[in-house]
Structures are given as C-alpha cells and as structure tokens.
C-alpha cells in the first residue's frame, strides 16, 4: 500500500494519493476580499492546478464538499460551478454552511477525484 503526499507541510498536505484515487485538501481563493464569483472561480482554478499536478482533471472529480459562509451565496456559487464542471461529469457533491477559518472567506471546497488512466 503506497500513500504518496505532495506539498507537505506540518500539518497538511495539498495532495494525498492513494490506491488511484486523489484527494485535494480545502481550496480557497486567490484573493479573499473579492466577490462570491470571483473567489469560486479563483478556487477552482487552484483545484484544476493541483489536481493536474496529482494527475487527474475535473472529469475525474468522484466527490465535492462545498462549504459557504452564507447560503445567500449559493445561487452565485452554483452559475460558477455549473460553467466550470463538464458536462456529464457532475461527482457525488455537499454544499453546506459553516465558519470558514478565515471570516473574509466566502468558500472553500474539498475533493476527491480518480487519477487518469
């Protein structure tokens, strides 16, 4: 059984792999102070880098969790996400509201996606 981290720090990685399978720690914006949109947009941009670095794309996405700050913002976050996720390839996915550790934060995902074959 091989675990593969990248970007390991003291107290995470940014990858884990194990048994094909990629999981992503929680992905925030670039910027923290820009809008609902932009600050989905900007993170999914971080999960299609690391996920091209582990090996995988968003066609290969299995699961999502999707936390906000507000759901108010959910109808913003979804016209992001439905541009951004292929079509057909829609992964077992969460949306729920929590604290995010950083107040400026509007949301934050993590996933689990299949390494390409």
Known sequence: MTI?????STRMSSIVIH???V??????????FSD???QTATMLDEVDALLAQA?????????????????GDYDAM???????????HAPARACVQ???AEPEYLVEISVIAALVS
């Open 4 to 8: 593969t981290r990248l970007d390991v």
């Open 19 to 21: 048994n094909n399978t």
């Open 23 to 32: 999981y992503l720690c929680g992905q925030v914006a670039k910027d923290k």
């Open 36 to 38: 609902i949109k932009t």
């Open 55 to 71: 090996g995988s794309n968003r066609e290969h996405i299995l699961s999502a969790t999707i936390y906000l700050k507000d759901m």
């Open 78 to 88: 979804n016209q992001v996400w439905d541009q951004w996720l292929p079509q057909g």
């Open 98 to 100: 929590a604290a995010i």
